[in-house]
């Protein structure tokens, strides 16, 4: 069973708690989701391929400035490179107004 870690993020002045499982990387899955692949993020980050696969693999993660960068070129919001389920949320957030 993966173990489940917990951070903190300021955005927009509040902080969230975001709860993540350790062996779920959301960079993969949201470039899969994006139809993206990990050679492409290479090329516009400026980066080498291994680099982002060792993002893709949990071996190094990227500091925040690189996450939001990430996030724009995937046009997410950051969070979803935090949290598998928080498009649903949004939607579901959505749906209730």
């Known amino acids: 069973m993966a173990e489940i870690e917990s951070i903190s993020l300021p955005l927009q ?4 708690i975001i709860y993540y499982m ?3 990387n959301r960079i993969k899955m949201v470039l899969f989701e994006k ?3 990990a050679r492409w993020l290479a090329g516009e980050m400026g ?3 291994s680099t982002v696969s060792k993002w893709c693999t949990n071996s190094s993660q990227p500091d925040l400035a690189t996450i939001l960068k990430i996030a724009d070129l995937l046009e997410v919001d ?3 490179l ?9 939607i579901s957030q959505e749906l209730e107004k």
């Open 13 to 16: 002045g509040k902080h969230y």
């Open 22 to 24: 350790e062996d779920i």
């Open 35 to 37: 139809k993206k692949t």
């Open 47 to 49: 980066v080498t391929p």
């Open 78 to 80: 950051i969070r979803e």
């Open 82 to 90: 935090f949290v598998r389920k928080y498009k649903q949320y949004l």
